[in-house]
């Protein structure tokens, strides 16, 4: 089982990115999904979680309205699409699952600067 994400690079404030995450030895339609991102020298912070049972997705109030995560099940993939990056949004991205085990991928950087 493990989780691969993607997608990351440079970009400039207000850019647009989309991260995927993708999961193998598990469906992502049975677990909650969720990502985080963090910054060197600073604890991990959640960035939002969609729901394996219903879907629903809850975000940190920091990306609300700019980020959005999404799940395609044919592809067993969560995507979070990142939109209008600022400065501050500069950070490792993770997604995590909690199956029977605690589950992370590796991480995806994600650089915002002009």
């Known amino acids: 089982v493990q989780l691969v994400e993607s997608g990351g690079g440079l970009v400039q404030p207000g850019d647009s990115l989309r991260l995927s995450c993708t999961a193998s030895g598990f469906s992502t339609r049975a677990y909650d999904m969720t990502w985080y991102r963090q910054v060197p020298g600073k604890e991990r912070e959640l960035v939002g979680t969609?729901?394996?049972?219903?879907?629903?997705?809850n975000y940190a109030d920091a990306v609300k309205g700019r980020f959005t995560i999404s799940r395609d099940e044919v592809r067993n993939t969560v995507y979070l699409q990142l939109n209008n990056l600022k400065p501050e949004d500069t950070a490792v991205y993770y997604c995590?699952?909690?199956?029977?085990?605690?589950?992370w991928g590796q991480g995806t950087q994600v650089t915002v600067s002009s």
């Open positions: 995590y699952a909690r199956i029977w085990k605690d589950l």
């Open positions: 969609i729901l394996g049972k219903s879907s629903s997705v």
